[in-house]
């Protein structure tokens, strides 16, 4: 069974930075393309951001372009999104999974990323 671990999530200012890793522990990733998520209060999951299993592609919604980074160590089986520049409708409960369809995990419990103002 393949859990996924999401970690690094906080409380920061309106313009500061956070970095979350998602690390899996069963199974290794680095065959996958992997993707960031995430959920606001009352909102859907959306998309963030993925990355092809080699790491050499990636993709970003428009709401975070330029602002996050994702990038992996699969050595470390480990997935990680940059994310500077931080807003307050960033504010949300972060996942990670596969970038694919279907979803290869079941989710994680997420990390709480909250931006004040």
């Known amino acids: 069974q393949v859990q996924l671990v999401e970690s690094g999530g906080g409380l920061v200012q309106a313009g500061g930075s956070l970095r979350l890793s998602c690390v899996a522990s069963?199974?290794?990733?680095?065959?996958?393309?992997m993707g960031w998520f995430r959920q606001a209060p009352g909102k859907e999951r959306e998309f963030v951001a993925a990355?092809?299993?080699?790491?050499?592609?990636?993709r970003y919604a428009d709401s975070v372009k330029g602002r996050f980074t994702i990038s992996r160590d699969n050595a470390k089986n480990t997935v990680y999104l940059q994310m500077n520049s931080l807003k307050p409708e960033d504010t949300a409960v972060y996942y990670c999974?596969?970038?694919?369809?279907?979803?290869?995990?079941?989710w994680g419990q997420g990390t709480q990323v909250t931006v004040s103002i």
């Open positions: 999974n596969s970038d694919t369809k279907p979803l290869r995990f079941m």
């Open positions: 069963g199974r290794t990733l680095s065959s996958y393309p």
């Open positions: 990355i092809s299993w080699r790491g050499d592609i990636t």
